[in-house]
T-cell receptor, first 109, second 115 residues
Framework: GQQVMQIPQYQHVQEGEDFTTYCNSS?????IQWYKQRPGGHPVFLIQ?????EVKKQKRLTFQFGEAKKNSSLHITATQTTDVGTYFC?????????FGAGTTVTVRA | GAGVSQSPSNKVTEKGKDVELRCDPI?????LYWYRQRLGQGLEFLIY????????KSGLPSDRFSAERTGESVSTLTIQRTQQEDSAVYLC?????????????FGPGTRLTVT
């Protein structure tokens, strides 16, 4: 079935630096979603990408969908302590989402 | 409006006991999902409901796990004869559609601890 893989599993970032997390699929995705889960919280929807090569920005977060619609990335600029948490990508698998294992981000002040 | 609610927020039970977890989805959402999340792990799909269709139970880890949903309303997840490996946060999510275009809205989860 549909599987999405995320790398890295852990991302330790110095406050103020940029980083990117990646999501890869073995099959072409009709769309991909990103969620954020703060420590002790529940996943919260961030964004959905649908079109090949699509790029969407939310303040310091930039989301990109690959041209082949098999991969996606989340780039965060000028990381802040509020960015701490686990970021999940999720692709449609049949009629339900298949979540990646997530990238857990910690920030050094 | 109100989001997805789950109860109880925390449940501590003894090994071998049965537990029942409740999820109230967002009104009007036809799809409802249950996930399990062990400490520091990702989301493990358990079961999916869509309207009055037969649920997708393919993620249930054993026959000790079952879930029900009446129409497009409340769902309950039941775990019989709980084991210590059942300890986890159980998350419920609802979505307005089964299509590819709608996000899932998660509840706060029920933290289950089996002693």
């Amino acid at each position: 079935g549909q599987q999405v893989m995320q790398i890295p599993q852990y991302q330790h970032v110095q406050e103020g630096e940029d980083f990117t997390t990646y999501c890869n699929s073995s099959t072409t995705l009709s769309n991909i979603q990103w969620y954020k889960q703060r420590p002790g919280g529940h996943p919260v929807f961030l964004i959905q990408l649908v079109k090949s090569g699509e790029v969407k920005k939310q303040k310091r977060l930039t989301f990109q969908f690959g041209e082949a619609k098999k991969n996606s990335s989340l780039h965060i600029t000028a990381t802040q302590t509020t960015d701490v948490g686990t970021y999940f990508c999720a692709g449609p698998g049949d009629y339900k989402l298949s979540f990646g294992a997530g990238t857990t981000v910690t920030v050094r002040a | 409006g109100a989001g997805v609610s789950q109860s109880p927020s925390n449940k501590v039970t003894e090994k071998g006991k049965d537990v029942e977890l409740r999820c109230d989805p967002i009104s009007g959402h036809t799809a409802l999902y249950w996930y399990r999340q062990r400490l520091g792990q990702g989301l493990e799909f358990l079961i999916y409901f869509q309207g009055n269709s037969a649920p997708d139970k393919s993620g249930l880890p054993s026959d000790r796990f079952s879930a029900e949903r009446t129409g497009e309303s409340v769902s309950t997840l039941t775990i019989q004869r709980t084991q210590q490996e059942d300890s986890a946060v159980y998350l419920c999510a609802s979505s307005p559609s089964t299509g590819d275009v709608y996000e899932q809205y998660f509840g706060p989860g029920t933290r289950l601890t089996v002693t």
